[in-house]
Nanobody, 127 residues
Framework: QVQLVETGGGLVQVGGSLRVSCAGS????????MGWFRQVPGKEREFVAA????????YYEDLVKGRFTISRANAKNTVYLDLDTLKPEDTAVYYCAAATFLEAPTNFVSGYLYDYWGQGTRVTVSS
């Protein structure tokens, strides 16, 4: 089991940058594939980015590709999401999630396959 805590959200202007972090505690954090999802009120949660347990594979939703970067530091039990060139439509609550043995690339985008979730951190992009 792993507990996840997101930090780093806040208010940023259009075109700005922000880093959100997800700290994990519990057993074998480095064994988990990790994902970032986001949700705005009234809309479904959507996939943003994911990284395999080793860090060797990363996946991005098309709208954030080239602007967001996911990374992980297993020695620190932490996953990061760097958000650059932010747009108002990036405003959302960002959640990190952990899963085991996702393997297939198509599995990383499926929120229902993740076992553990953090409480979320809010990112607001002002124009």
């Amino acid at each position: 089991q792993v507990q996840l805590v997101e930090t780093g959200g806040g208010l940023v202007q259009v075109g700005g940058s922000l880093r959100v972090s997800c700290a994990g505690s519990g057993s074998s954090f480095s064994a988990y594939d990790m994902g970032w999802f986001r949700q705005v009120p009234g809309k479904e949660r959507e996939f943003v980015a994911a990284v395999s347990w080793s860090g060797s594979d990363t996946y991005y939703e098309d709208l954030v590709k080239g602007r967001f970067t996911i990374s992980r530091a297993n020695a620190k039990n932490t996953v990061y999401l760097d958000l650059d060139t932010l747009k108002p439509e990036d405003t959302a609550v960002y959640y990190c999630a952990a899963a085991t043995f996702l393997e297939a690339p198509t599995n990383f985008v499926s929120g229902y396959l993740y076992d553990y979730w953090g409480q979320g951190t809010r990112v607001t992009v002002s124009s």
